[in-house]
């Protein structure tokens, strides 16, 4: 056994879902349990250099494990990580490296449109559609969506997407440039999912991420904004809005963050 200890973990992630099974519980340190070793080092190899809310998380085990058990985890992460939530999960769709590296899982797409239904929004703006994941969420869940992606493309591949999952009646896909639809485009929600690029894992800002603050120039014209943004997304950054860590679904990924989902109001 090992006495596993978790730092740096924001109020705003559910550490249930991030630190996985085990009587983990709240003291001065962070998050503490007492796990079989092969636990405790799944752990820390889940974990090991990740940050969230601005600052890195720590992991300490103690005792100290052996090399063995360190490597058979990090062994058991890299396959993990081959179970993980599915993008799209209908055949025919298309595509390219950029959309594919950019897509929500279809799941946490379909979470997102039914809480913009919830919340009682009936149109959303996509600003950065790439193959359309997120419009094709938003438009299963009954929203209408005008989804805008530069690349010309990839804004083909959105809407062929758009026609495999039956969702054309609800989804207008524009190859245009998001920053100057935005000045005149009216919707109920902007949905903001800029190209993240190679962020930091352990600390990402505003300005990391390309075209997020050009973008959020024009939230003040539209009822609510949400952004999707990388797991080590600072959201002091963006005061007013309100984070919530997204976990994936798949045994690879159920308790990992794939994303910061901020919200104003």
């Not at 007492?34 to 601005?54: F, I, P, S, T």
């Not at 969506?145 to 591949?157: G, I, M």
């Not at 609800?170 to 993240?196: C, I, K, N, T, Y």
Request: glycine share 10%; net charge neutral.
């Amino acid at each position: 056994m090992a006495w596993v200890t978790v730092s740096g973990v924001p109020d705003w992630v559910d550490a249930d879902e991030l630190l996985g099974p085990g009587p983990w519980a709240r003291d001065d340190d962070g998050w503490t349990a007492q796990l079989e070793r092969e636990a405790a080092a799944d752990v820390g190899a889940r974990l090991r250099g990740l940050g969230m809310g601005g600052g890195a998380l720590e992991v300490v085990v103690r005792p100290s494990l052996k090399r063995k058990h360190v490597r058979d985890a990090r062994t058991r992460e890299a396959r993990n990580r081959r179970d993980t939530s599915p993008g799209f999960t209908r055949r025919g769709v298309r595509l390219d490296e950029e959309g594919r590296r950019s897509l929500t899982p279809e799941r946490l797409a379909l979470d997102l449109g039914r809480a913009a239904q919830r919340a009682g929004i009936r149109t959303v703006l996509d600003a950065f559609a790439g193959a359309g994941g997120n419009a094709i969420g938003f438009a299963r869940a009954g929203v209408a969506v005008t989804a805008t992606e530069l690349d010309p493309d990839r804004a083909a591949d959105a809407r062929h997407n758009v026609d495999v999952y039956d969702v054309a009646d609800r989804v207008q896909v524009r190859a245009a440039d998001a920053l100057q639809v935005m000045g005149s485009q009216e919707a109920d929600l902007l949905f903001l999912d800029p190209p993240w690029g190679g962020y930091d894992h352990v600390r990402t800002g505003v300005d990391d991420v390309p075209l997020l603050r050009a973008a959020l120039a024009f939230a003040p014209r539209f009822p609510h904004v949400w952004c999707k943004l990388p797991p080590s997304f600072d959201p002091h950054e963006l005061p007013g809005f309100r984070p919530r860590a997204v976990f994936g679904h798949q045994p690879g990924d159920r308790h990992r963050v794939k994303f910061v989902w901020l919200q104003r109001p």
